[in-house]
């Protein structure tokens, strides 16, 4: 660069212009006023030039903001410069600068075109003429797939269906991710304080720990299959549902009350159950078995043996106490995610798109007053649907169960795993959330 402009301006002739205008005392603001030498040579001219034409897009913006009608000065121009830049430059560097524009014939002398002279310096925008602009990708939309003939209904089941297959993946991934702490909640909820030789855990570690030792990583796991058969239905209902009813309540401007928001939770959780409850039994026992074959060398059964053994009625045990923990879950869960989004991380706001760490965050915290408020429930749920070993109290029903527990152990029983059900279900629903999003 330095060569065409030597060639474009005559570094020779800069040099000897440069030389009369340093040995001038004149001074500008935020130069140094140090005497130079008035023999300046070609190569200081062609570093001089080199740092300004460096900073060439700040060059450019202060010559556009000198009065038009004035000649350009050195206190001007360094006036005009950002002040970290003005510092970094010596007199020399703006008397090299000037004369050099003043040696361009493209440029009258001293004027404020010389913005003529450092144009040719500073990069032209991306969007230069020439350049074919790349036009954003268009997302599909189901007109794109089927075509404009297809009737609203189909559309509106295509939608649900397409939601249904992301919820689907999402809850497996969330659901993998914490199986073994729902394995330490369940093994929490189950354990029976008033039963000679009972194995007691301390809490959730110790009782990780205890599982760990005894049956090894594997039994970290039991029961992950039907988990992972039931967790499709589950979340990819539940979220299909709560945007359907969201949709359907909502306003003409797309807003939705908040009663509406609790209601569509409520639906969403309801909705799962008869899928989910048969599922949920038979992962429960397969958790629990590990310790009772510890204890009394019990075989252990598969999900098949234990699903022919409780028949089509055994295998909704325990439904009424799991409607009365996932509606009041889901109804809590939607809305307060939905007021994060929105009222804390802004989603919308401005086309604010949130990121996937904030979406995570999201759904974590709105996971955690949901999980630990209805854990007297899920306390209930695993007592009605684990097989009684000898010894241990039965039940006989949601009333009966929830009187026994306070009788026998006190209310502090019905938050048995609460801290578990939190660490389980807060991540679990802030991954699912995140992907499902």
Request: proline share 6%.
């Amino acid at each position: 660069m330095l060569a065409e402009i030597a060639v474009g301006v005559g570094i020779g002739a800069v040099a000897a212009a440069v030389s009369k205008r340093v040995s001038s005392t004149t001074t500008a603001a935020g130069l140094s006023t140090a005497p130079t030498s008035t023999a300046v040579t070609e190569r200081e001219v062609a570093l001089s030039l080199a740092r300004f034409l460096h900073n060439a897009p700040a060059v450019a913006a202060a010559l556009a903001a000198i009065d038009a009608d004035a000649p350009v000065t050195r206190t001007q121009l360094v006036a005009a410069l950002p002040p970290q830049l003005a510092l970094s430059l010596s007199k020399r560097d703006v008397d090299v600068f000037l004369s050099a524009a003043a040696a361009n014939p493209d440029s009258p002398p001293l004027a404020r075109d010389i913005s003529a002279f450092i144009a040719p310096f500073v990069l032209p925008p991306l969007s230069v003429a020439g350049v074919p602009a790349v036009a954003a990708r268009k997302p599909l939309t189901i007109d794109d797939l089927f075509g404009s003939g297809v009737s609203p209904a189909f559309k509106e089941f295509f939608k649900s269906s397409y939601n249904f297959s992301l919820g689907a993946v999402a809850g497996a991934i969330g659901a993998s991710a914490v199986y073994p702490i729902d394995l330490v909640k369940t093994r929490m909820q189950n354990q029976r304080a008033k039963v000679v030789g009972e194995l007691a855990y301390k809490n959730s570690w110790d009782c990780f720990k205890h599982v760990l030792r005894n049956e090894g990583v594997i039994g970290l796991y039991s029961g992950l299959l039907p988990q992972l058969v039931g967790v499709a239905p589950e979340k990819a209902i539940k979220l299909t549902m709560n945007d359907f009813v969201r949709r359907s309540m909502a306003n003409k401007d797309g807003s939705i009350q908040l009663y509406a928001e609790i209601l569509a939770g409520c639906a969403a959780g309801g909705s799962q159950v008869i899928f989910t409850n048969p599922l949920e039994i038979v992962k429960i026992r397969l958790q629990v078995q590990g310790e009772a074959a510890k204890k009394t060398g019990a075989p252990r059964k598969s999900a098949m043996q234990i699903v022919r053994s409780l028949g089509l009625f055994g295998l909704y045990k325990g439904a009424a106490a799991c409607l009365l923990r996932d509606i009041p879950f889901s109804g809590i869960y939607f809305p307060v995610y939905a007021h994060l989004k929105k009222d804390v991380f802004h989603e919308g706001v401005n086309g604010k798109k949130l990121p996937i760490g904030e979406l995570l965050v999201a759904g974590a915290v709105a996971g955690i007053p949901a999980a630990y408020l209805v854990t007297p429930a899920d306390v209930i749920k695993t007592r009605l649907q684990v097989a009684a070993r000898s010894g241990e109290t039965t039940y006989n029903g949601l009333f009966d169960a929830g009187r026994k527990i306070m009788a026998e152990e006190g209310p502090r029983a019905f938050f048995k795993g609460g801290v578990a059900r939190v660490l389980r279900s807060s991540p679990q629903f802030g991954v699912t959330l995140a992907s499902f999003e």
